[in-house]
Nanobody
Framework: QVRVVESGGGLVQPGGSLRLTCVAF????????MAWYRQAPGKERESVAL???????NYSESVEGRFTVSRLNAKNTMYLQMNSLKPEDTAVYFC??????????????WGQGTQVTVSS
């Protein structure tokens, strides 16, 4: 089954750090862009960070300088290092991956999400 799975969420105090991980599983030939999104209660889903297969990165203004996205192509894995966390970073974080699946072609995959809560 082709899917992406997030992990690493949890409860952290303001100013703390967390690292999220996203892994793409299945008969995947290639993973193109990978991205992190988040959705806070009562708000729309928003883009957080994107990384291309070649390593080019883009960040939302709200996380620039605090979050770092990286990936390990050999393991179809993406990370999000989150530092200096703020209460407004509280949300469900979702992984998105643009993949080529053997025998199926291009697919846009979304994970189930992992909860990040920043609170004292």
């Amino acid at each position: 089954q082709v899917r992406v799975v997030e992990s690493g969420g949890g409860l952290v105090q303001p100013g703390g750090s967390l690292r999220l991980t996203c892994v793409a599983f299945g008969s995947i030939v290639n993973v193109n862009n990978m991205a992190w999104y988040r959705q806070a209660p009562g708000k729309e889903r928003e883009s957080v960070a994107l990384i291309t297969r070649g390593g080019n990165r883009n960040y939302s203004e709200s996380v620039e300088g605090r979050f770092t996205v990286s990936r390990l192509n050999a393991k179809n894995t993406m990370y999000l290092q989150m530092n200096s966390l703020k209460p407004e970073d509280t949300a469900v974080y979702f992984c998105n991956a643009d993949v080529i699946v053997s025998g199926w072609g291009r697919r846009d995959l979304w994970g189930q999400g992992t909860q990040v809560t920043v609170s004292s």
